[in-house]
């Protein structure tokens, strides 16, 4: 992520920067007609302290909106002008330096009066000044703690999804360690189990029961034979031998070994296959042999005759973070799987299957080999009943889990 | 009659394979349950074909495959390698083999052990 941008500290645009000065004068010269205006009046009226006082007016205008030049100019100009109302006035006036001294006196007034509104609004301007600065820089702060706080929370995320791949990566060393140990403590007797129900079978039996008892003998090393290479098999997956495939013609295949099952059970099945899907890199013989186990499990799931769907579709943003992804759903009508079951259908050695018919295992295969292909699968229940199979293809699959 | 030579730590095994290949009657079938004896067997039985497990005590069937590669007159004896810690699926199909030799999965039929041996008989 990005870090983020300092937001800018607001200023006034160039236009107006540039037009300040005319707006000082402008108001200079709107302050010098107030001072006229006033002494104006102020002759009018015969001179009255009351209405001198109104000079103050233009002054603090002056001072406060176009500085503390141009209210001193004011200031002297009112003076002045209070000066001139004076002497047009006619008054007797008792002595010319009461006048000056008076003038001078009314001015100094008026510039003090100006110098302190001046500053008061540069205090004030300053204090705005500092204000919006303060603001911003709290912005930024604020900005700048969201982006660590989503970044921490992005880290907590990715460290939850690394444990979670640690501990499966563990589950299946461990898992791995433990089938190759079965296997080499249990492959060793059923050899000789094997051999030696061989070299019965190749002896001429006495009667038909033996000959039975002997071919269920061969067929039961077959079977936990084949428990054990699933265990391995699990557990160290072969490299996958990836080359372009088309899913919709893989399910099909799959469709074609299971026919004579699916007609014996009354099971119809709808093809909903998008012709437009692109083609996906996939070991071939492991992707038939995941669908051949979920046809498989939906076949199991109707006993007495249903519908199989079988729908494929290409999505833009079904795959890891919103990548485009291929979708294959495997629906049946059956009663679905509890809901208690499902957290637990991808744990290996988990089955709901009665002994001897399950090994627990072949869920399991589906998901290691679906995960090695950078895909996933997900199962659940359709509202209207019965099981859904979703399996995921990444179009651009990502690195599999160690 | 050819001469077999197989190599496992478990008797039953040995025995087992012996009595199923003697009773075909082509077979001469001798057997060790020793890998350190292993390679002086051989010398004495000067088999056609040996039949040697992967994972024993003391030697495992590789060190015992490269002894008897560097034994003179027996560097040509072909030899299957039976294991038991790898699936069906990977025997089936694979390219590649132990140092350049077969191997099978164990527990292995009867039919598939004697279809091996006679492709190796032939050449």
Request: aromatic letters at 4%.
């Amino acid at each position: 992520m990005d870090s983020p941008s300092a937001q800018p500290v607001p200023q006034d645009p160039p236009q107006q920067r540039r037009s300040a000065p005319q707006r000082r004068v402008a108001i200079t010269a709107a302050c010098l007609g107030l001072v006229v205006v006033v002494a104006v009046v102020d002759y009018l009226t015969g001179v009255d302290l009351s209405v001198s006082l109104l000079y103050l007016v233009p002054v603090c205008w002056c001072s406060w909106s176009a500085g503390r030049r141009a209210g001193v100019l004011v200031a002297a100009a009112s003076a002045e002008a209070w000066l001139t109302a004076v002497l047009l006035d006619g008054a007797p006036i008792q002595h010319p330096w009461v006048l000056v001294c008076n003038t001078l006196t009314l001015g100094g007034i008026f510039t003090l009066v100006a110098t302190l509104m001046a500053t008061l609004q540069g205090t004030q301007a300053v204090l705005e000044a500092k204000v919006v600065t303060r603001t911003a820089k709290l912005g930024r702060e604020v900005a700048e703690r969201r982006w660590a706080e989503a970044q921490l929370r992005q880290a907590h995320a990715e460290l939850q999804r690394t444990q979670m791949q640690l501990i499966e990566a563990a589950k299946m060393e461990a898992v791995g360690r433990l089938a190759a140990g079965v296997a080499h403590e249990v492959k060793n007797p059923l050899m000789t189990l094997g051999m030696g129900t061989d070299y019965f079978l190749q002896r001429r039996a006495s009667s038909s029961d033996e000959a039975t008892l002997l071919q269920d003998m061969k067929d039961a090393v077959h079977r936990a034979t084949g428990i054990i290479d699933l265990m391995l098999d699990f557990s160290k997956p072969r490299p996958l031998r990836l080359a372009p495939e088309d899913l919709n013609a893989i399910a099909e295949s799959a469709l074609g070994l299971l026919r004579l099952q699916l007609l014996k059970q009354h099971i119809e099945v709808r093809r909903l296959l998008d012709p437009a899907l692109p083609q996906l890199p996939l070991d071939r013989t492991r992707i038939e042999h995941v669908l051949v186990n979920l046809f498989t499990n939906a076949v199991q799931a109707m006993p007495e005759g249903g519908t199989l769907t079988v729908r494929s579709a290409f999505q833009q943003a079904a795959g890891t973070d919103d990548s485009p992804a291929v979708i294959l759903e495997v629906e049946d009508s059956g009663p679905g799987i509890p809901h208690e079951h499902l957290p637990k259908v991808f744990e290996p050695f988990y089955t709901t299957k009665p002994p001897g018919q399950g090994t627990g295992l072949g869920l399991a295969i589906v998901h290691r080999i679906l995960q090695i292909h950078g895909g996933s699968i997900a199962l659940g229940n359709r509202p209207d009943g019965g099981a859904r199979a979703t399996l995921t293809f990444n179009l651009h699959p990502q690195p599999p889990p160690p | 009659m050819k001469r077999i030579l197989i190599i496992d730590d478990e008797a039953s095994i040995t025995r087992s394979v012996k009595l199923n290949l003697e009773a075909l009657g082509a077979y001469e079938v001798y057997q060790e349950n020793d890998p350190r004896t292993a390679v002086h067997t051989a010398r004495e039985v000067r088999p056609d074909l040996i039949l040697l497990d992967v994972m024993m005590p003391d030697l495992d069937g590789g060190e015992v495959a490269a002894e008897l590669q560097k034994t003179p007159g027996l560097q040509h004896v072909p030899i299957i390698f039976l294991t038991a810690i790898v699936s069906n699926e990977e025997t089936q199909g694979r390219e590649a083999s132990i140092g350049g030799h077969d191997f099978l999965a164990k527990p292995v039929d009867l039919d598939v052990l004697v279809n091996t041996i006679e492709s190796h008989l032939e050449d």
